[in-house]
T-cell receptor, first 112, second 110 residues
Framework: DAGVIQSPRHEVTEMGQEVTLRCKPI?????LFWYRQTMMRGLELLIY????????DSGMPEDRFSAKMPNASFSTLKIQPSEPRDSAVYFC??????????FGSGTRLTVV | RKEVEQDPGPFNVPEGATVAFNCTYS??????FFWYRQDCRKEPKLLMS???SGNEDGRFTAQLNRASQYISLLIRDSKLSDSATYLC???????????FGTGTRLQVFP
């Protein structure tokens, strides 16, 4: 099993541009989570899906952020327009249970 | 108040030392507890679950005190490879998602 796969590993973009982060969960895992990590705030849950359905998006900062899971093997997190304060490491995690998480390697986003 | 609170450290200890980390959580209805480890510029990985009776995994011992809403992790005979950030994690209660503390950084020196 290849684990949770995220792309890209690094993204540098200019303020105002659209950014799309991608995640492929572990096959058979019903839960998918998007987290953001910064030095100041640690790991924050943005949104999670169960069986491709968004369950809790209360952590999504604002309307500039959106997430989709069109099928069991793919999810995207989009930021439009991006701002410098969105700079962080974004992790995707999947699980076959509500709490047995496996994290991807993360996407390090820098907005200049 | 944060849902999960940890001392950020860093804890700087020599090889062979014993070191303990503490964590408190605010939701008394929380059901499950974990310690994750995160190496620099890597993803978090599950280190161990924490059971009510306390549990041990090699050099690592985890304890839970539900009355005080307190979790601890003890590392004996520290190795250089133990240098990492240790995240206290809580599940359940009013939410069915993992809540992470901001982590405690450990640096083991020769």
């Amino acid at each position: 099993d290849a684990g949770v796969i995220q792309s890209p590993r690094h993204e540098v973009t200019e303020m105002g541009q659209e950014v799309t982060l991608r995640c492929k969960p572990i096959s058979g895992h019903d839960y998918l989570f998007w987290y953001r990590q910064t030095m100041m705030r640690g790991l924050e849950l943005l949104i999670y899906f169960n069986n491709n359905v968004p369950i809790d998006d209360s952590g999504m900062p604002e309307d500039r952020f959106s997430a989709k899971m069109p099928n069991a093997s793919f999810s995207t997190l989009k930021i439009q327009p991006s701002e410098p304060r969105d700079s962080a490491v974004y992790f995707c995690a999947s699980s076959g249970t509500p709490y047995g998480y496996t994290f991807g390697s993360g996407t390090r986003l820098t907005v200049v | 108040r944060k849902e999960v609170e940890q001392d950020p450290g860093p804890f700087n200890v020599p090889e062979g030392a014993t070191v303990a980390f503490n964590c408190t959580y605010s939701n008394s209805a929380s059901q499950s507890f974990f310690w994750y480890r995160q190496d620099c510029r890597k993803e978090p990985k599950l280190l161990m679950s924490v059971y009510s009776s306390g549990n041990e995994d090699g050099r690592f011992t985890a304890q839970l005190n539900r009355a005080s809403q307190y979790i601890s992790l003890l590392i004996r005979d520290s190795k250089l490879s133990d240098s990492a950030t240790y995240l206290c994690v809580v599940f359940g209660g009013s939410t069915d998602k993992l809540i992470f503390g901001t982590g405690t950084r450990l640096q083991v020196f020769p």
